[in-house]
T-cell receptor, first 114, second 114 residues
Framework: QLLEQSPQFLSIQEGENLTVYCNSS?????LQWYRQEPGEGPVLLIA?????ELTSNGRLTAQFGITRKDSFLNISASIPSDVGIYFC???????????????FGQGTILTVHP | AAGVIQSPRHLIKEKRETATLKCYPI?????VYWYQQGPGQDPQFLIS???????DKGSIPDRFSAQQFSDYHSELNMSSLELGDSALYFC?????????????FGNGTRLTVT
């Protein structure tokens, strides 16, 4: 199972909106978005479980595709502290032994200029 | 809220030495996962435990072993260390018995092998 994440790099001005995309040929039970700062662990931003689900967390909005093969994460009104690496991670079938064997995208490195 | 605790945060070892990494999951979480993240890479799944039993294995070298104890904390033991083992090692936990449950990551242990 592979997750293609784009773009790889994103450099924007403070206040701008941005969107990160994840696509796969595989179906996932759920999809999670994480943000990671250098030397720190990934921090969960949004978890998506239902096909077509649209979920918001403050300035963050994410949607799980109808086919469960894709997702996007949108951040509105970006601020300098949004910088970091954003990962999408797909989770295989719930309840199976491979439940926590997340497949990560390659990451999107976000820079926000004041 | 309590998070996943990992120790030590940093560890420096020489080639062929042994290292032990510890993980304390979020209270009441029943599943622990270990991931390895090389420089500029996305996290790679190593091994997981559900209710103290190994539930899945990823690309974990035979030189590595892990276990989950009665208090649910977990240890990753790494022997005959190689330079290529230098990486960030993350532990994550979830409450699998609820079904869909996202992974929550610790801040990791940075292992440097010299």
């Amino acid at each position: 199972q592979l997750l293609e994440q784009s773009p790889q790099f994103l450099s924007i001005q403070e206040g701008e909106n941005l969107t990160v995309y994840c696509n796969s040929s595989s179906v996932f039970s759920s999809l999670q978005w994480y943000r990671q700062e250098p030397g720190e662990g990934p921090v969960l931003l949004i978890a998506l479980y239902k096909a077509g689900e649209l979920t918001s967390n403050g300035r963050l909005t994410a949607q799980f595709g109808i086919t469960r093969k894709d997702s996007f994460l949108n951040i509105s009104a970006s601020i300098p502290s949004d910088v970091g690496i954003y990962f999408c991670a797909g989770q295989p079938n719930a309840g199976g032994t491979s439940y926590g064997k997340l497949t990560f995208g390659q990451g999107t490195i976000l820079t926000v200029h004041p | 809220a309590a998070g996943v605790i990992q120790s030590p945060r940093h560890l420096i070892k020489e080639k062929r030495e042994t290292a032990t990494l510890k993980c304390y999951p979020i209270p009441r979480h029943d599943t622990v996962y270990w991931y390895q993240q090389g420089p500029g890479q996305d996290p790679q799944f190593l091994i997981s435990f559900y209710e103290k039993m190994q539930s899945d294995k990823g690309s974990i070298p035979d030189r590595f072993s892990a276990q989950q104890f009665s208090d649910y904390h977990s240890e990753l033991n790494m022997s005959s260390l190689e330079l290529g083992d230098s990486a960030l090692y993350f532990c994550a936990s979830s409450l699998k018995r609820l079904g869909d449950s996202p992974l929550h990551f610790g801040n990791g242990t940075r292992l440097t092998v010299t």
